[in-house]
Structure formats: C-alpha cells, structure tokens
DNA sequence: ATTACCTTAAGCTTGCTCAA
DNA sequence: TTGAGCAAGCTTAAGGTAAT
C-alpha cells in the first residue's frame, strides 16, 4: 500500500474548492508552483488528472467531483479532532470503558454506573473484568482503563485519585446463632468461615488481627470474590467478611445480616488509578469523574450510622 | 500582442534518519 | 546527544498554453 500523505488531501480540498491551482496555493500560503507541484502529486497518486484545462480554467473531473463531498468532510472532522481537548463530540463517541475492579463492584454497581456515564456519552459501554494479581501493566498497556480497588502495585507514574475509605464487615444469615449473643473473637472465631481470595496478599487482615489475640478462624471455603462470599453465606451457616459497601448494597436481599467485627480493621483506602497517557482525555476524565461521584453517593461509599437487625450487630 | 494561469527547472531550506 | 547525509518540499525564474 502506498504511503498516504495527508497534506495532499488538504491541499485536493483547496483545489476542488477553489477550481483553482492560484487560488487553492493563495488559501494554503503556498507558491501557484509549489501547488501546481501538490496537484501532480494528486494526480499520481490517484491516477486521475482531477482537475483538467478547459481555456483559462480548470474543472474537476468526474472523479474529483466524487471526491469533493468526502473530502470536504474528513478535513472538516480532521480539524475538530486537532482542536485543543480533541475536539470529541461525547454525544456521539462510541466507547467502551474497560474498568478492573472487585467483582462485587460490577455486579452492584456497574448498571448505575453505566447511567451515570451515558449521561456525558450517552453510546458509551462498560466492560467489568476482574482483579489480578499478576498483572500490573494492564494500565500502562492500555488494555484497561481504570483500575479500581485498593491499588497496591500500581506502576510508578499512575496517577490514583482516593474514592472512599472501605470497612470490612462481618455477614451472617438472618437468625445466625452468633448473632444472637455480643460477637466476641471467641465465638467469632469458633465459627465456620468463608474466605476471599486476596490480591496480592496471603491472608485477610482479620486473620493478622485474630492471631495477635491467639485466635483463628475455621476457613473451610474459599472463594475467589466478596460477592461470592456472600452468596455462600447467605446459603450456608457460614459466616463472611466483606467491604462494607458491598455487604449493605446486597445484605438485605440475601437475607444476612450485617455486624461488626470483633477486631479492628483499619479501613482500607478505595482509590481509581489511571495511566497519565489518558489524563487529559475527556472521555476518560468523563469515566474518572462518573466513578468518583458515584463513590461519593450513598449507595456506594461508606455506611453512615445505620442499625442493623439482631443483637451486638450494630454498626456505628 | 496581451493577459491569465499552469508547468518545468534549478537551487535553497527544512527535517528526518542513522551512525558515532 | 550531535552532526552528516539525504530526501522532500519550497521559492524564484522562465517558459508554455489558451482566451481575448
């Protein structure tokens, strides 16, 4: 295929509008040589004369005439798309956002925010995938967008914004025995557990904490996700600790019930991370911009002061 | 013959590539 | 990073073509 050169199709545009090699050399600031030089060129590489004598005027061939609408067109559109903020209409971009995040993100919050979105790019799409703990280029390679969650490998020139400050809650079904007495680490831990596969690390911070005061949780499942805790939970006696956020949006659904832990988690700083290649890129400020006013909405952020059924299991 | 416009040729400038 | 070599593209000058 032959190179394309991009100059020779502003330079057909002057022609076809002007009728002119003059006119069309005056509109680019050019010589009427150095245009008639760009026309041959056109005409080589569209193995058309394009424009042809006819007395003291040119006029455009058959082809060229063709040509003139799409040409028109693409300079149009080349010249919005080198305007300063690239120009994009975000009412017409098609786009898909891939956003990495925990699972339980994209299935309880991934419809609210695709709306919120669709509202600045109203034909966008959003693609959920899962964390991994192996793979922290993704940002940098551009397979991903956004990476949500708390971000601890994340390369040294990602810029992170902070979303929210996440708890970790315990979960139980509704009536659960254990519940119905002050959740002491003893009797917390004498229950059967499900654990979460952690990213990065190899045991949840309860079980640190747990250990300090000689106690151990009976893990006897392990699954990859919090949304997957929960739903064992909620079909088992077996008792899960989850982000908070997660555990309010779903709990009651599920029947479960919500409690606090028995030892103290620090809380853990939610952040969205992004490559500085798609710093100044609207369409992802619009994505960044959507996450963090949804983080900082009721459904998705931090529980204020909320009662929870069942005995002990308040949350303050 | 004059005028208007396009083409050709020669030389200069600019920017890219590549090696040191 | 820098400098040499090279190609692309520009300008100026001169010539060609067609209408008046």
Redesign the pocket.
């Known amino acids: 295929m032959n190179s394309l ?1 991009l ?2 199709l502003a330079a057909l545009d002057a022609l076809l509008t002007t ?7 005056q509109r ?14 056109i005409r080589e590489a569209l193995d058309d004369p394009i ?1 042809v ?6 006029i455009p061939t058959p082809r060229a005439e063709e040509m003139r609408a799409p040409v028109r067109r693409l300079i149009s559109e080349a010249f919005v798309l080198m305007q300063p903020g690239g120009g994009l209409d975000l009412t017409r971009m098609q786009r898909e956002f891939i956003v990495r995040a925990p699972e339980g993100m994209g299935i309880v919050y991934g419809a609210a925010l695709l709306a919120e979105i669709q509202r600045e790019i109203p034909l966008a799409t959003l693609r959920f995938i899962p964390e991994s703990d192996s793979d922290s280029m993704a940002l940098r390679e551009g397979r991903i967008d956004l990476d949500v969650g708390i971000v601890r490998d994340a390369g040294p020139e990602v810029k992170t914004a902070p979303l929210y400050e996440q708890r970790i809650v315990g979960v139980a079904k509704a009536g659960h025995r254990l519940l119905a007495a002050r959740v002491t680490p003893k009797r917390f831990s004498a229950e059967q557990h499900v654990s979460i596969a952690q990213r990065g690390r190899n045991k949840e911070a309860v079980d640190v904490l747990l250990a300090d005061i000689g106690c151990a949780r009976r893990i006897v499942l392990t699954v990859p996700s919090a949304y997957g805790a929960l739903m064992a939970a909620a079909r088992s006696s077996l008792i899960a600790c989850v982000p908070e956020p997660l555990a309010r949006t779903v709990a009651s659904g599920l029947g479960l019930e919500i409690f606090k832990l028995p030892v103290a988690i620090p809380v853990e700083q939610v952040v969205q991370a992004w490559h500085p290649r798609v710093d100044a890129e609207p369409a992802s400020q619009c994505l960044r911009r959507c996450v963090a006013s949804l983080s900082r909405s009721a459904t998705f952020g931090p529980l204020g002061q909320r009662v929870v059924a069942g005995h002990n299991a308040l949350l303050s």
């Open positions: 050169d100059n020779l009728g002119s090699v003059a006119a069309a050399a680019m600031h050019l010589s009427a040589p150095a245009m008639s030089h760009k026309l041959a060129r424009l004598r006819a007395g003291q005027k040119l």
